[in-house]
């Protein structure tokens, strides 16, 4: 079983990354932490950087379901996934050892591309097209035709990625703690020949969504999980769900997500 206080700092390898990484391994250490190497071993997995670094730890670290995530932000203002900044290290150490925190739980998509292996997502999928040229999908709820898309593609997000691409689209922000997945449009084409709904809607975590690709030369669409690119070809359906996995984060009593969210856009 891991040590409750081993943790292990996810950074990127540059030089300055590695040196913030050293400086805050010895911070921690004085307060009784133990810096481990191997993810594995860790009860609590830390980022460094922005919120693409948290995103990039949790993928690498595949998602643990035994362990809390953190992140610490080396911009100098926090973020909706880094929750401290490089000078309350202290303060967040002092906030573990004296359980001054609370766990927040994230939920995350599951993603089905045909016969491919299963992969998961904390903030969104997308899918688009990879020419210039309108891309169609047919939406499946429940397995029932709703709305044949044309536009340049669809991004589906959880409940905390609703602050991300899904905002820039005029998507709603929606409430984490609702098990829910939402599906907002991407440039559609609305017109006297072609409808869509012409907005985002959320369903229900317990409802199943499938895009069926038109085979129009669109067979090798452009996809994205989060800060990461797939690369699959010939592709017919995709199928995403709510996962009944989490990602577990540490947050201090003080720093909801609606204060994060007015943090960051108010």
């Known amino acids: 079983m891991n040590s409750r206080n081993a943790i ?14 050293e400086t805050i391994a ?14 594995h071993q860790a009860s609590i997995i830390v980022s460094i950087g922005t919120d693409g670094s948290f ?9 643990r379901q035994d362990c809390l995530y953190a992140g610490i932000s080396t911009t100098g203002t926090l973020s909706m996934y880094c ?4 000078e309350d290290i202290e303060a967040m150490a002092d906030a ?14 599951e ?5 491919n292996p299963k992969f998961y997502c904390l903030n969104e999928f997308t899918i688009r097209s990879n020419i210039i040229k309108t891309f169609v999908l047919d939406i499946m709820i429940d397995q029932k035709h709703f709305e044949t898309f044309r536009g340049d593609g669809m991004v589906i997000s959880t409940p905390t990625g609703s602050t991300a691409y899904n905002k820039s689209l005029n998507g709603a922000v929606v409430d984490p703690l609702l098990p829910c997945i939402q599906i907002t449009e991407i440039a559609s084409v609305n017109s006297n020949e072609f409808r869509t709904l012409g907005s985002s809607f959320i369903l229900s975590g317990k409802r199943s969504l499938e895009l ?4 129009d030369w669109n067979d090798y669409p452009s996809m994205s999980t989060d800060n990461e690119s797939l690369s699959i070809q010939h592709v017919g359906s995709v199928s995403v769900s709510l996962s009944d996995k989490i990602v577990k984060t540490v947050k201090l009593k003080n720093n ?11």
């Not at 010895?26 to 993810?39: A, D, H, L, S």
């Not at 573990?96 to 998509?109: A, T």
């Not at 069926?212 to 085979?215: D, G, N, R, T």
């Open 96 to 109: 573990v050892l004296n359980d001054q925190i609370e766990v927040r739980k994230y939920p995350l998509l």
């Open 55 to 63: 995103l990039q730890a949790v993928r690498k670290t595949g998602f």
């Open 212 to 215: 069926k690709l038109h085979k």
């Open 111 to 115: 993603i089905s591309v045909d016969n």
């Open 26 to 39: 010895e911070v921690i250490k004085q307060y009784g932490f133990q810096v481990v190497e191997n993810e």
């Open 256 to 266: 909801s997500y609606w204060e994060k969210v007015k943090r960051s856009f108010l």
């Open 83 to 86: 929750d401290f900044l490089l």
């Open 8 to 21: 292990f700092l996810y950074t990127k390898n540059d030089i300055e990354s590695l040196q913030t990484k």
